[in-house]
């Protein structure tokens, strides 16, 4: 919400969803992160602000594009990445902290 208000002028530090994107050499993408199990819940909003984890999913979504805001490349993905962050997400167990265990 914030972001949107402030457009451009919002901090990158303040920006706290991060996510994964793999792009295939036809140019679809697949974009991968973590959502707390109750994103809306007070709790999980207190529970993050004080340093504390959250039970989250791994998501999984494919995108029309790369986004075009707050994207950079990291360098090239070998031949395998999606099937490594497929497994990944099959046993990934864990939750979310902010600035420590997220994307």
């Given amino acids: 919400m914030a972001e ?8 990158d530090a303040l920006a706290l969803h991060t996510l994964i994107v ?3 050499p036809d140019g679809s993408c ?3 992160d973590f959502l707390p199990l109750e994103p809306t819940s007070p709790f999980t909003a207190s529970r993050l602000m004080t340093g504390g984890t959250v039970a989250a ?4 979504r494919q995108l029309k594009r790369l986004p075009s805001r707050r994207c950079w490349a990291i360098g090239t993905a070998p031949a395998d990445a999606l099937e ?4 990944f997400q099959q046993t990934w167990r864990g ?3 902010l600035f420590r265990r997220g994307c």
Avoid: C, H, K, W
Wanted: net charge positive.
């Fill in 30 to 32: 697949i974009a991968f």
């Fill in 57 to 60: 999913n791994v998501r999984t």
């Fill in 84 to 87: 490594v962050a497929s497994a």
């Fill in 4 to 11: 949107r208000m402030l457009g451009r002028q919002y901090p």
């Fill in 22 to 24: 793999l792009q295939d």
């Fill in 95 to 97: 939750g979310v902290e």
